[in-house]
T-cell receptor, first 111, second 116 residues
Framework: GENVEQHPSTLSVQEGDSAVIKCTYSDSASNYFPWYKQELGKRPQLIIDIRSNVGEKKDQRIAVTLNKTAKHFSLHITETQPEDSAVYFCAATDSWGKLQFGAGTQVVVTP | GAVVSQHPSRVICKSGTSVKIECRSLDFQATTMFWYRQFPKKSLMLMATSNEGSKATYEQGVEKDKFLINHASLTLSTLTVTSAHPEDSSFYIC????????????FGPGTRLTVT
């Protein structure tokens, strides 16, 4: 089955700086890679996703890159703001549509 | 976007009792729904895949007799935690893909279960 690893587990950045979170996956059949932001006690919210036929995707301050050969994908947040503070999860979906999540990254943006 | 609801949002029950959690897709039909469990400061762990009209499939290590799943209609899946124990206390979240299982999944708001 799919195994998703995520690093770092915590990330502290100064407001305005960039944050990068990296994930690797094990199943070469995985074809959909979403990123979620979760605030305490709330549901995960999709912030960006990428499919296996695309190498990079950007949405305003958020971008995701995918390297299928190396089986890793990364989330980039630029110009971080205090409201970006949350737990971020990467995930990979296998051919059955099942999502396997990474362990999560606690991002703290300090003013 | 698609809407998935869960009920109840919070429940407290006594050890040994059973609790039912409902997951509904409000504006689309979901032949498949997924159930996750999340412990504090941990990731979401997939428990089982709920299939409309057929048996659920469970992930390794999840007891099917403990966590009963019923997906009786295209908009409703239920998870029943039977003979609950304090270690079952957790945040339970369902999700449903809108189309064919290969697309964005929409998450319910979650149910906080506390077993005393």
């Amino acid at each position: 089955g799919e195994n998703v690893e995520q690093h770092p587990s915590t990330l502290s950045v100064q407001e305005g700086d960039s944050a990068v979170i990296k994930c690797t996956y094990s199943d070469s059949a995985s074809n959909y890679f979403p990123w979620y932001k979760q605030e305490l006690g709330k549901r995960p919210q999709l912030i960006i996703d990428i499919r296996s036929n695309v190498g990079e995707k950007k949405d305003q301050r958020i971008a995701v890159t995918l390297n299928k050969t190396a089986k890793h994908f990364s989330l980039h947040i630029t110009e971080t703001q205090p409201e970006d503070s949350a737990v971020y999860f990467c995930a990979a979906t296998d051919s059955w549509g099942k999502l396997q999540f990474g362990a999560g990254t606690q991002v703290v943006v300090t003013p | 976007g698609a809407v998935v609801s869960q009920h109840p949002s919070r429940v407290i029950c006594k050890s040994g009792t059973s609790v039912k959690i409902e997951c509904r897709s409000l504006d689309f039909q979901a032949t498949t729904m997924f159930w996750y469990r999340q412990f504090p400061k941990k990731s979401l762990m997939l428990m089982a895949t709920s299939n409309e009209g057929s048996k659920a499939t469970y992930e390794q290590g999840v007891e099917k007799d403990k966590f009963l799943i019923n997906h009786a209609s295209l908009t409703l899946s239920t998870l029943t935690v039977t003979s609950a124990h304090p270690e079952d206390s957790s945040f339970y979240i369902c999700s449903a893909p809108r189309t064919g299982g290969l697309d964005e999944q929409y998450f319910g708001p979650g149910t906080r279960l506390t077993v005393t």
